[in-house]
């Protein structure tokens, strides 16, 4: 697997990008649909149009696997005028998604949806004669609770088209509101605002080149961390190590009034850091979100 790079003001895969890495060899292109480190869309149309006049010049056809862990359950409430990104695009034969993020599902439900049957090789499905009856499997093991899938079901009755999308909308209004109110602290850069058209309920920023604070955002999360927020701040990946980002992920629950609290204690946190000045933290001292649930 080859991973485009990102480096300072280019964050995600451009046709350039990916004309560099495909050959002979390649299966498939993955664009992030909801980048984890900045919330952005990969966008996939450039890449499909950009893979066809490859085609056309070389005779190889590349496939393309949309990654929309967040986004797939998103866009298609929230950003109806998105350019297209599904399988209204040829050359997209599957699409991930978790219904444990932005379907609202507990945790461990998640699905691949492809184009057709022809798409999923036969050698990687299992026919098993299960107490008598063919049971073809997809799967990495037998029994499994279902429960995770019982209760997306019910949400997909329950909200229904109409329910996810205001309930998505709002997210993504309180990240405008965020954006609004953290602009005012005129420290932070933003490299994606919330835009509905553009990735998924969340905000990143990087501090401000002339911002001459005393802080970085590491300490900034280590404060807000002592009020309870995870508000984490990270490097972004290679060729872009440099750039030490901070990242608010909005979902269901986080509302206007929860917004203001947190706002609040940005506030008090950068009183805090500006009068206290001392020593910076650095990524080795701060424990950011540790992914083994311990
Ligand atoms: C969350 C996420 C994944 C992993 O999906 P799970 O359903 O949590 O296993 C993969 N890609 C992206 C872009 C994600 O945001």
């Known amino acids: 697997m080859r991973e ?84 209204r695009l040829e050359r997209v034969k599957s699409i991930s998604t978790s219904g444990h993020k932005f379907g609202l599902a507990p945790l461990g439900c ?23 009856g063919d049971m073809p499997t997809f799967a990495l093991n037998f029994s499994r609770p279902a429960g995770q899938i019982i209760s997306q079901y019910y949400n997909f009755l329950r909200l229904g088209f109409e329910g996810y999308q205001r309930i998505h909308n709002a997210s993504y209004d309180v990240c405008e509101y965020l954006v609004k109110q953290l602009n005012k602290f005129n420290l932070f850069e933003f490299i994606f605002d919330g835009n509905r058209e553009k990735g998924i309920p969340a905000i990143s920023w990087r501090l401000k080149a002339d911002a001459n604070v005393p802080f970085s955002l590491y300490d900034l999360a280590d404060r807000l961390r002592t009020r309870g927020w995870l508000v984490p701040a990270y490097t972004l990946p290679a060729n872009a190590q440099q750039i030490i980002v901070q990242r608010i992920l909005v979902k269901q629950g986080l509302t206007i009034d929860l917004a203001n609290l947190l706002i609040a204690d940005f506030q008090r946190s950068i009183e805090f850091l500006t009068s206290h000045a001392s020593s910076q933290c650095n990524a080795a001292d701060v424990k950011t979100f540790d992914h083994s649930g311990r």
């Not at 990008?17 to 990969?42: H, K, S």
């Not at 699905?111 to 022809?118: A, H, L, N």
């Open 4 to 87: 485009t790079k990102m480096n300072d003001g280019h964050y995600s895969m451009t046709p350039e990008d990916m004309l560099e890495l495909v050959d002979a060899n390649t299966i498939m292109v993955v664009p992030t649909f909801g980048q984890t480190f900045t919330g952005l869309y990969e966008t996939v149309k450039p890449l499909s149009d950009a893979l066809d006049t490859y085609e056309h010049d070389t005779g190889n056809s590349i496939d393309i696997h949309v990654d929309g862990a967040s986004g797939a359950m998103l866009a298609p409430f929230c950003a109806p005028n998105i350019e297209l990104w599904d399988f």
């Open 110 to 132: 998640g699905w691949v949806v492809w184009r057709s049957k022809e798409d999923l090789p036969e050698g990687l499905v299992f026919h098993v004669n299960y107490l008598g």
